[in-house]
Structure formats: C-alpha cells, structure tokens
C-alpha cells in the first residue's frame, strides 16, 4: 500500500491486538470512529500470543500492531527472531502490569514478611526466603508466568526479584504463557504467580484464585508497556497514512482519560471481540482502584495505568534504552553503543510531534523518565556502569 489515496477515499488497515486494557485507545480509536474520522478503515484482528502479532506484523500480514514495547526492539536489533526494523510512533499505555501470586505464594511470602507489604523490596526479600526454604526441604522451584521473553513483565518480574537477592534464572522457573491463559493457569496450580497487564490479575482475584502482590507502578514508576507499531519500511511509504492514525489513538488517548467517559470506554472494551470480560472489572482498572484479594480489599493508585495523562501517549527513547538494558542484563543482546543507538530509534517522539503538534518532551514528575525502586537513578549514556551496580545479571 501506497501513500497515494484518492480524496474522500478511505485507507483499509489491519491491525492485530491481544486482549488486554492497554489496547484501549487503539479498540476506542476504532469503536468511536476516531479512526473513519481520519480516512482510515481498520480492521482488527484479536490475536491469543505475542508471537502471533509480531510475526503476522513482520510479515506484512497486519499493517499495524498492538506489541510490547521490548518486541519492537527485539525485531529491530534482529533478537529471537529475523531482523525487521519497527517504528513506535505512539505509546498505548505506560505501566498496567501487576504480579499477582497464588493464595499459597501470598501466604508464605506474608509470612516472611519484615516491613510494609507494599514495599517490592520488602516482598522480594521475603520472598528470597521462601525460595530458601524451599530448597531445604527439596520442593520444586516456584513458576512465575510473563508473557513473551522480550516483555516488560519477564524484566519487572526479574527486576523485582533480584532486588531481594532471588536469581530469576536459578532459583525460580519463568514460563510464558499467553496473556488470556494465565488465570487458568494460576488456577490449575501449573503456575504459582504471574505477571500480566489487564484485565488478567483482576480476573484472578474475583475468581478467588490469586492475590495482586504489586502495581507494576510499585516496581518503576513509569514504564513502556505496548506500542503502537509499523514496519520501517511501511512507514516510509506511508508517512500521511501513519500521521492519521497517531492522530486517531491521540485523540482516543484524550477520549479515554475523561472520567465521565470510562463507563463507555469499559463497554467498548468489554465486548466479546475485544477483551470479553465483564465491564466493570474494565472500569475498575482504568479508574486505578482495583481489588487486590479475594476478601475485597481494594487498592487505589493514580498511576495503576496511564494511557493519555501525564504524556504517557508520546514515545520516549529513554524507556527505550531502559528496555535494552534489561536484554543486556539477563543475556539476550550484548551491549554496544551501536545496538542501543537503534533501541533509542525505534521510539519516534519527532513522529507523534509531527501528527499532533504537541512538540516537546513533557514533564513526566520522575527524575530519570523510569522511577525504578532498587538501584541507581538510570543514566541511558552509561549503561555499563548502570548494569556493574547490580549483583545478579548474566554476563
């Protein structure tokens, strides 16, 4: 497809989603004809795995994608997969993730407990002796489910746990699964907790089968989660076509951070071929007051998920460069200067700008643009060091 449409024409576009709530703007883009209003005419397609959607995007099966901010890298610097460049012009949302672990996991890591539970550092501690005192008894290692190896929640999974000592890779199992399975699994007993975004950790919860340990906002205070995404290629042949649809999910991003609009935005997103779940769980987690446990209790937090506030939308290359830090530091990129130099280009702030003229990098309220709770301020001109100060990595 070419840049060249007829005027009063509209521009057919596939783009592939997985049913999570940081689909919202791209679901509400479509659904309320933010899009049509653009020119475009978006078909979407629900897809169950990670793999599914990047390989139809890389293919050129879908022209769009909903996809984790760490595959648009990943397929960028050629990681896992084959090399196809990815342009991210436009952030779905920052942080929506949660670790929400078994009744069992909760219990024993409350009962190790030494400080606030709500503090990651605390429970890492704790749970670190959990895993000790399970390998003296000779039980089987504790699985953690995430998503896809290159995915937020793999990193905020093993950030989390390192900081209290925990090797992700010696000491516990991490499995993927897809993010819709991860309930059953929870429930099944093959998992023992897991890390996905929402509606997922809430579903356990109503279910009675898990508890939410964290906000993934407990964890880093502002972190990239999903993309909107095209091929390099695409994007150079498309540059009008591509302008419109940030403008569209700008405008949905907008729509969807008005409290007064959340009912609708929940209905749109609760329906069978979107998320399918029920409204209100929707509602719960774009409003940032979710219940954390089977008995009720509710946890509230303004920064649960961020869609269009506080410039969530625009892409931001040092969340980029935080992402490739984490590839560095569990072994699945070596470090180079000119490997994070391509990380950093995969987010393409100038490209948002450009669409809908909101020049400048706005003000995000964190220091380093990620709020990590363990370790040094992070610095994106000098990973090394920022990498040295950790104990447990791969080298």
Request: hydrophobic share 45%.
């Amino acid at each position: 497809m070419t840049d060249n449409r007829k005027p009063g024409s509209l521009v057919p576009l596939r783009i592939g989603f997985i049913p999570l709530v940081d689909a919202a703007a791209l679901l509400v883009a479509v659904g309320k004809g933010f899009a049509r209003d653009e020119g475009l005419d978006v078909t979407l397609h629900r897809e169950v795995s990670w793999s599914n959607v990047r390989d139809k995007l890389n293919l050129g099966l879908s022209d769009a994608a909903h996809l984790l901010a760490p595959v648009a890298i990943a397929s960028s610097l050629g990681l896992g997969h084959v090399k196809v460049p990815i342009v991210a012009a436009f952030n779905l949302g920052l942080n929506g993730n949660a670790i929400t672990v078994s009744p069992a996991l909760h219990a024993a890591i409350m009962g190790e407990v030494d400080g606030d539970p709500l503090n990651p550092l605390v429970t890492a501690q704790a749970l670190s002796r959990v895993v000790a005192a399970r390998k003296k008894t000779g039980a089987e290692p504790l699985v953690f489910g995430m998503t896809f190896p290159f995915s937020t929640h793999n990193y905020q999974l093993r950030f989390w746990m390192a900081a209290g000592g925990v090797d992700p890779d010696e000491d516990v199992r991490l499995v993927v699964l897809p993010p819709p399975y991860m309930v059953e699994s929870l429930a099944s007993g093959h998992v023992d907790a897991f890390c996905v975004g929402a509606p997922w950790n809430s579903v356990a919860v109503d279910l009675g089968v898990g508890h939410i340990l964290h906000f993934v906002s407990d964890i880093l205070a502002r972190a990239a989660e999903k993309m909107l995404a095209v091929r390099q290629p695409w994007a150079d042949k498309n540059p009008t076509v591509l302008a419109s649809l940030i403008r569209a999910h700008d405008r949905a991003a907008e729509f969807i951070e008005v409290p007064d609009n959340r009912a609708e935005v929940a209905a749109i997103l609760a329906r069978p071929e979107h998320i399918g779940v029920d409204a209100e769980v929707i509602r719960r987690t774009l409003d940032g007051r979710l219940k954390v446990s089977p008995d009720g209790k509710v946890r509230e937090s303004g920064r649960y998920l961020l869609v269009g506030r506080e410039g969530a939308a625009r892409p931001d290359p040092v969340q980029a460069a935080w992402l490739y830090a984490q590839m560095v530091r569990w072994g699945q990129a070596p470090l180079s200067d000119q490997s994070l130099a391509i990380a950093r280009g995969v987010f393409r702030p100038d490209l948002y700008d450009a669409a809908t003229g909101k020049a400048g990098r706005p003000e995000t309220r964190v220091a380093d643009g990620v709020g990590a709770f363990a370790g040094p301020a992070f610095d994106p001109s000098a990973i090394t060091q920022h990498l040295d100060s950790f104990r447990i990595r791969r080298r």
